[in-house]
């Protein structure tokens, strides 16, 4: 795997920031776009645009038929049994918010439980929280230990007759936790709960095939796969999405619309109503062949390598914690440096071109359950090299110079 011939496909590389090149360590948040999705949206507009499903010249099939090809190569990325399991969204906030409302609607009472982690993004805890202001739910926290591993056996204990829906991160955003999707869902499938798993962070680094974890959901955004922004999957087993209320209304969604009777289109379609993001689905598609050209396998191997590097590197400078130390970890690396606050180390590495992220990382829950307020994180992508680590850790020893730490 040739780290500068891929990076060499991503033009934001060619920019530099405060004059110094930039390192970019802030994938979690969203990666950056290889040329070939830069290219695609681009081409779209100029040469093929038009809606899709509706009209039926030759631009509005051929662009039905790419944006119809995007969800066959997400089909086979996430080894789903048929496309019609793929739900183009906005993002993988917006895949939750589907199933939470529209599984709540039907399946939610007064007193049902959700069972989530302490590990969530708020995107999976606030839409279950809603469910809890409108239907009376109560929503239970399975705990993690200090190095941030959901406890199994207390998620099985806190399972009760009234657990409705299980939703869980596959790979947290703060301690890079992988977390053993298959074994909750067994334990789920004992007792007859389906299965959310939230798949944003996981989808960039790990494979995934939704045949083998055999959960019931699964929520992706494309911003955090080299794919553009607006765009998010959710998958849902066939019987499930076929049994569920639509979401939104509107055009694309409906079979018959009458006076008093409408109705609904099939699965997708069914959850697709108003004009969908046809250029960003379409370069979307991009994206994953993007990460097909280079292997999945390779991209865990580098950057668990890379990961590893790092680690050893920032346990070296004084004065850094690194927050958990799960059994199967990511290249997310949260730390704190004791005396320096994380949006000031944000600001000083910032001035040698370094991007990570500070604050809370939207997972407020998990920030308190480790008596933090916020960390600095540093999140790997397929185009980060060991000089990119050598930078970012320079620039924190000349963080730990401007504060005068020892
Ligand atoms: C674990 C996790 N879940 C969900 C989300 C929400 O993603 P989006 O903002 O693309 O909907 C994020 C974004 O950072 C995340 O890290």
């Known amino acids: 795997m040739d780290i500068n011939l891929i990076k060499s496909q991503f033009p934001i590389f060619t920019k530099k920031i405060k004059g110094k090149p ?46 119809e090809e995007t969800r066959t190569s997400i089909k086979n990325f996430i ?19 589907l199933v939470a ?51 199994i056996s207390k998620l099985k204990e806190l399972i009760t007759s009234k657990t409705k829906i299980i939703a869980v991160t596959h790979l947290s955003n703060v301690t890079g936790t992988i977390v053993p999707i298959k074994e909750i869902v067994e334990i789920a499938r004992k007792k007859n709960i389906p299965v959310l798993v939230d798949g944003c962070q996981s989808a960039p680094h790990i494979k995934i095939d939704v045949k083998d974890l055999d959960c019931d959901f699964y929520a992706i955004s494309a911003h955090k796969v080299y794919g553009p922004t607006g765009v998010g999957i959710l998958y849902g087993k066939k019987k499930w999405l076929e049994k569920l209320p639509p979401y939104i ?57 890379l990961t590893n590097y790092a680690l050893e590197k920032l346990k070296k400078i004084n004065s850094v914690k690194i927050i958990g130390n799960p059994k199967n970890k990511a290249g997310v690396i949260s730390f704190v440096i004791k005396g320096i606050h994380p949006h000031d180390i944000s600001t000083i590495v910032d001035e040698e071109g370094v991007a990570i ?50």
Request: a negative charge.
């Open 101 to 151: 409302s529209t599984f709540g609607q039907e399946n939610i009472k007064k007193g049902d439980e959700i069972l989530i982690t302490e590990l969530e993004h708020h995107s999976n805890y606030v839409p279950w929280h809603y469910l809890r202001e409108t239907k009376g739910a109560i929503i239970k926290f399975a705990p993690i230990n200090d190095d941030g591993d959901i406890i």
């Open 249 to 305: 209304g509107g055009g694309g969604m409906i079979n018959e619309v009458n006076k008093d009777k409408i109705t609904y289109a099939s699965v997708p379609e069914k959850y697709e109503a108003g004009t969908m993001p046809t250029a960003e689905v379409i370069a979307f598609n991009e994206s994953i062949k993007f990460m097909e050209s280079i292997g999945i396998q390779n991209i865990i191997k580098h950057e668990k390598e």
């Open 22 to 67: 930039l390192v970019y360590l802030d994938s979690s948040n969203s990666s950056q776009k290889p040329t070939s999705v830069l290219n695609s949206l681009d081409y779209f507009y100029r040469n093929e645009f038009s809606n899709i499903g509706r009209s039926i010249h030759s631009l509005a099939v051929n662009a039905t038929n790419k944006y």
């Open 357 to 406: 992220r500070a604050g809370h990382h939207c997972c407020q829950i998990l920030h308190n359950r480790l008596n933090l307020s916020a960390t600095a994180r540093a999140s790997i992508g397929v185009y980060n090299t060991k000089e990119d680590i050598d930078i970012l850790c320079k620039a924190i020893e000349n963080c730990r110079k401007v504060f005068e730490l020892k």
């Open 79 to 97: 080894n789903a049994n048929s496309k019609d399991e793929i739900v183009f969204t906005k993002n993988a906030t917006e895949s939750i918010n």
